[in-house]
C-alpha cells in the first residue's frame, strides 16, 4: 500500500504521531477513506491529558461517528483550530492536517507504536479478513 508517510509512527486505530516535541497527531488516509466525509471534530483541549491507546475524541462524518484514540500518553498542548473550524481539511490532506500536539514525558515515541510498514500490514489483513 502506498502513500503511507514513512517517517510517522501509527496505531492499529489508524491515528499517526510524528516524533517532534511536542508531538503533532492526526488521522490516517485509512481512517479519512473509512470515514467519507468528515464533517466535525470533537478534540481534546490544551491542558487536558490523554493516554496513549485511550479515546480523547471523536470524528463525525455524514455516514458515522468514529472515537479518536490518543497514540501516546501526556498532555495536549494545542489543538489545530483551523481544522476544528474547517474539518473538511482532514479529508484532502490527513497527514498535513494534524488535530493536536501532545507533550510527552521524557518525549519519546513508545515502542508499540507500528511503523508504516506494520501499519500497512495491519490494513492489508483487516482488508483480507
Known sequence: MSGTPQDLRYTPEHEWVDGASPARVGITHVAVDQLKDIVYVDLPQPGTPVAGGQTCGEIESVKS?????SPVTGTVVEVNQAVVDAPELINDGPYEAWL???EMPGGTLPDTLLTAEEYDQ?????EEG
Open 65 to 69: 461517528v468514529a472515537d479518536l484514540y
Open 100 to 102: 493536536f500536539t501532545v
Open 122 to 126: 495491519v490494513v492489508a489483513a483487516a
